[in-house]
Structures are given as C-alpha cells and as structure tokens.
C-alpha cells in the first residue's frame, strides 16, 4: 500500500505521488492525458507498480449528511432519491458512495459524490494505458490511517471553501463548510467538540497541528470508495482469502469427522470383539459354577473322614482292662470318639488306672455290691 | 448497560450482535464437541476394559477346563463309592440289601434294619445330581470273631458307610447282642443324566432296583 501510486484529480490538472508523497508531481493545464502523464511518471522515477489510487479534490466532491428514520423502508432507495434532490446535477451523472452509522432515533447518511465525467475519462485513460485502478476516493480519505484509530480529531482541508471533517476514529462524523478564513483552531475545536484539530496547510504561527505526517502511513480507504463496479478490479485476495477460510472451515470439519468416526469406529469394533467373547465368557461362568460344585462334593465326601478302627480299639480296650474285669456292655461313638463301657471289677483304682492309657478316663457312676465295684466309665481316646 | 448501548449504537450493531451470536455459537459449539468427543473417549475406554477384562477371562478357559477334568476325574472316583440311581427308595433297599450280605457272609445272625431317610444335602457338579445320605440303624447277634468279620467287610466294601456308633452288649452265653449306627451315602441322578450316563459320557452308574 506504501507503494502505491495516487493521482489526486484537481479542477485545473493532477498531483502525481508515490511513496506518499516523497515523489510528487504537479501537472497543470487541460487536456492533459493522465495515462501518458503517469507512464511517463513511472518510467522517470523507477516505479514498478500499476495500481493507483485517485483521489479526488475536496472542491470537486458533493459531501452530503442527511439523517432518515429508523423505520426507513429502502435506505438505499431513499439515500437516490435525496442526491436526486439535493445533487446540482442528475443523479445517474454521479458517482457516490456513502456510510451509515445507526443512531438512537435516526440513521445518519453521509454521502460523497462527484460528476461522473470528471473521474470517467481519468480512469479510462489509465486503464488503456495498463493501469489498475484499486479506487476513487474523496481527497479526505487519503489522510485516515491506522495512526488516528483510537482519537476524535477533525481534518480542516482549505480550498474555495474551507471545509472541516470530523472523525471519530476512521470513520467521518461530520463534514462542516466555513465561510470566510478568519477560523482558528480554538473555535473549530468549540464548533466540532473535538480537541485534535489538524490542517492539510497549517498557516504559520496557528495552532492547528499538521495534518502531513499522516500521509507517512498508508491510508486505510475503508470509506467512500466512489469507483464504479464496472472498473473495480475484482478482490482476488479476498476470494483467495474466502476460499482458504472455507477451505480451512471444510478441513477442520472434515477432521472432527474423521476424529469422531474413529473414535466411532473403534468403539464399534470394540463392541464387536466384546460381542464375540461373551459367549466365551459365560462358559468360563458356568465352567466356574460346576468347579465350585464338584469342589463341595468333593470336599464332602473328603470330609465324611475314615471309619474308626474298631478292631484296634477292642484289641487295646481289652488288653488294658484288669483280668478281673467283666464288661457288660461296650459303646462307641465316632463322632465324639468316645467310648463308654459298663461292666463291674475288684478294684476300680487299678482298672482306671490302666485305661488312662487309652484316653482321658471319667468315672461316670460306681456301686459296689458283693465286694466287687459296678461301673459305668467314659473314655475319650487319644487323638 | 447503558454505556453499552451507547457502543451498540455508535458502532453498526447489527453485525457487533450477529458477529457475538456466531461467536458464541462457535463456543457452545466447540464446548459440545469437546464434551461429545471426551463422552466417546470414555466410553471407549471402559470397553476396552471391558474388552482386556473379558479377554483375561477366557485366556484361562483352558486352565479352568483342565481343573474341571481332573476335579470331575476326582469325582467320578469318589462316585464310584456311592450308591446311584434315579429313586431314593431304590437306593435305600440296595444298600439294605448290601449290608445284609455282608452280615450273613460274616455268619451273624441279623435281627433288624431301620433305615433313616435324610434329606438330600447339595446338588453335585452343576448336574441334575444331589448328593444324598441315609442313616441306618441295624441289630444282629453273633459271636466276637463274626463281629470281627463283619466290620472286616465292611471296611472292605466298595461302597461308602460310615460307622458312627456301636454298642455291644453280651447275649446268651457266648454270643453278643450288637447294635451299630450307620451312615450311607448316595447320588441320586435325573434320568436324563442316568440316560447320558449310560450312553457312556457320565461318571456314574444307577444300581438295579434289588428289592429289600
């Protein structure tokens, strides 16, 4: 954009700049093919570029600010018809362009217009000699840059009538016509309610502050671009750039889609591979149940344990009973290992005694009748 | 508010609010995809567990089928001491039947037999098959040496008896009076097992009906 060529248009010729401003040309008279005037500028000064930005000057350009309802049905339509009106010449002979800022009650329209056969046959001719023009704006636009984005400041920009712009920021608020030169930056900053006033031609020893140093940047040209349609060159950066934005939309989508139908994917396959061991699963289930089942009978029959050796417990009962002991009866029972014997013997001591060896020995009842002891003994054999 | 208002109005509101909407739009949208995508994540994550868990499981299909054979080895071992049949009461009369052998090979003079029905106590390796006993109170007569005999056969038995209790006593001159608590074992079986089992593939076999 710093390369960028401008031709201002002027009522009387054209400025020819590059580099905003570091290399200017005057070109005065008529008839004068700006074409030829500007290959030729190009050629002399070793510029590469093509492209060029006309502005043109402020005397040369219609500034309207109309303000409509709310409720306007066709802003556009109405906008036609009020340059219709208030234009001093048809409206189809003008070129305009204009911004809309919504208010609390009204919508306020400004409006920049110029004859179009004053602009038509600059552009013609620079673009039957190879130029591309990337706009036609009013002479005001060439001094909105980044720089005063974020300030309230008004433009005051002399000519046949000295005109002030104000702006908030980069957009234009108000475009106000002075009569008469005797202004100072005081009064201009009481008439606009704006503190930063700056001057395209500050007069020496005022206090307006010099509005060149905005031409070191690149101006924005948001605003009030009054080239037709039909000379626009299309925006290639923008569709590249609309088309990457889609582009990019499409891809990022598209991985979410692949993300998500992977993870899909695999939980379905998971699903699959689970549906396939279940009924793997519930054998080892029913395999379990009959190994815990087998498992108790098993332990059961175990647990049912040896018979006692009865043989063996006579054997040694009787060869641990005194000689002259008689038994009437002999008991036994596994579960306790008891064994419990009645019968009758001469001398208790002796035959307790002698079955201690057996097991733990308890003398349940004793009688003693004809000189002989009755008894009825336990014993708990050993283990 | 106000001052926000005000903005709203200086500013072109209608693109401030739309361009807010799809941001927020964008957010809400993002938030639900990133909610949806960790949803999904989990519940893959507690498949594959599920999967691993599952997988673990039937890796040892082959270890719990090598401990099934020999438990049920085992058990048709230990079958093999137990009276089997489809009919406890014909369970009941052949093992009536087995110890009254046993006592008359012994030479001991049988005087009674009182079978004691108990109730079936579990069922057996998942089959239709329950594990069974029957306490058998019995009295005979008969000489020390019979007696001797007697438990010598009975020790001998292929089938399963427990002696939980005797008692002796002495009767007549030289004989005894012995009374003995047994405790005998049984499978009874459903008679598809008992069908299965005699087609070849089960570990056990129904006993005859003998009659008491």
Redesign the interface.
């Known amino acids: 954009m710093m390369e960028a060529l401008e031709v201002i248009i002027l009522a009387d010729g054209f400025v020819l700049s590059h580099a905003r401003g570091r290399i200017r040309e005057e070109l005065r008279g008529e008839d004068l093919d700006i074409g030829q005037e500007l290959t030729a500028f190009r050629e002399k000064h070793g510029i590469g570029r093509r492209g060029v930005n006309l502005f043109v000057a402020e005397d040369l350009v219609y500034g309207l600010a109309l303000e409509l309802p709310l409720r306007t049905p066709d802003i556009k339509g109405a906008i036609s018809l009020q340059l219709g009106l208030l234009l001093p010449f048809p409206e189809e002979e003008a070129l305009s362009s204009f911004t809309i800022?919504?208010?609390?009650d009204v919508y306020r329209v400004t409006i920049f217009a110029v004859r179009a056969r004053l602009a038509a046959s600059v552009i013609e001719e620079l673009v039957e000699d190879g130029f591309t023009v990337k706009g036609l704006y009013p002479e005001n636009q060439r001094y909105v840059t980044a720089r005063m984005r974020r300030q309230k400041w008004a433009l005051v920009m002399p000519g046949r009538q000295t005109k002030v712009l104000v702006f908030?920021g980069t957009s234009l608020q108000n475009r106000l016509l002075i009569v008469g030169d005797k202004f100072t930056s005081e009064k201009i900053s009481e008439l606009c309610g704006v503190e930063l006033i700056l001057h395209t031609d500050p007069p020496t020893g005022s206090s307006f502050v010099d509005a060149q140093p905005l031409l070191t940047e690149a101006p924005l040209l948001r605003e009030f671009n009054l080239l037709p349609d039909s000379y626009r060159r299309p925006d290639y950066l923008k569709m590249v750039l609309v088309a990457m934005l889609a582009l990019n939309l499409l891809a990022f989508a598209g991985a979410?889609w692949v993300?998500?139908d992977h993870?899909?994917n695999?939980?379905k396959r998971?699903?699959g591979?689970?549906a396939q061991?279940?009924p793997?699963?519930a054998?080892?289930d029913?395999?379990?149940?009959?190994?815990k089942?087998?498992?108790?009978?098993?332990t059961?029959?175990t647990n049912?344990?040896k018979?006692?050796d009865?043989?063996a417990i006579m054997s040694a009962l009787t060869s641990n009973l005194p000689d002259d002991a008689y038994?009437?009866?002999?008991?036994?029972?596994?579960?306790s290992r008891l064994v419990a014997i009645i019968g009758y013997a001469n001398d208790l001591t002796v035959l307790t005694g002698k079955l201690q060896k057996l097991g733990e020995v308890r003398l349940k009842s004793t009688t003693r009748r004809k000189d002989r002891f009755y008894f009825q003994v336990e014993i708990a054999l050993h283990e | 508010m106000n001052s926000i208002s005000r903005i709203m109005h200086r500013r072109n509101s209608r693109g401030l609010l739309l361009g807010v909407v799809v941001l927020l739009a964008l957010i809400k949208l993002g938030f639900w995809l990133q909610e949806s995508y960790q949803a999904d994540q989990a519940e893959l994550a507690s498949r594959k567990a599920s999967l691993a868990r599952y997988q673990k499981l039937t890796g040892q299909i082959p270890e719990l089928s090598r401990q099934l054979r020999l438990l049920n080895d085992r058990r048709e071992k230990l079958a093999k001491y137990l009276f089997t049949g489809s009919n406890e009461e014909n369970i009941i009369s052949a093992m009536q039947l087995d110890i009254q052998a046993m006592v008359s090979t012994a030479g001991l003079e049988p005087e009674s037999f009182r079978p004691l029905k108990q109730k079936n106590s579990q069922q057996v390796g998942g089959e239709s098959s329950a594990l069974g006993e029957v306490a058998i109170k019995a009295s005979f007569n008969g000489t020390l040496a019979e007696y001797q005999a007697f438990l010598a056969e009975l020790y001998r038995s292929p089938k399963m008896y427990k002696i939980e209790a005797v008692t002796l006593t002495p009767f007549k001159k030289s004989d005894l009076k012995i009374l003995i608590d047994l405790r005998g074992y049984f499978l009874i079986t459903a008679p598809d097992v008992v069908a299965a089992a005699e087609g070849g593939g089960g570990a056990s076999k129904p006993v005859k009906d003998s009659g008491t």
């Open positions: 800022v919504r208010q609390a908030n979410i993300r998500f993870l899909g695999q939980i998971t699903e591979e689970v061991l279940l793997q699963v054998e080892v029913k395999t379990r149940v009959k190994i089942k087998v498992e108790e009978f098993v059961t029959m049912i344990g018979n006692p009865l043989i038994l009437d009866q002999f008991k036994y029972d596994s579960k």
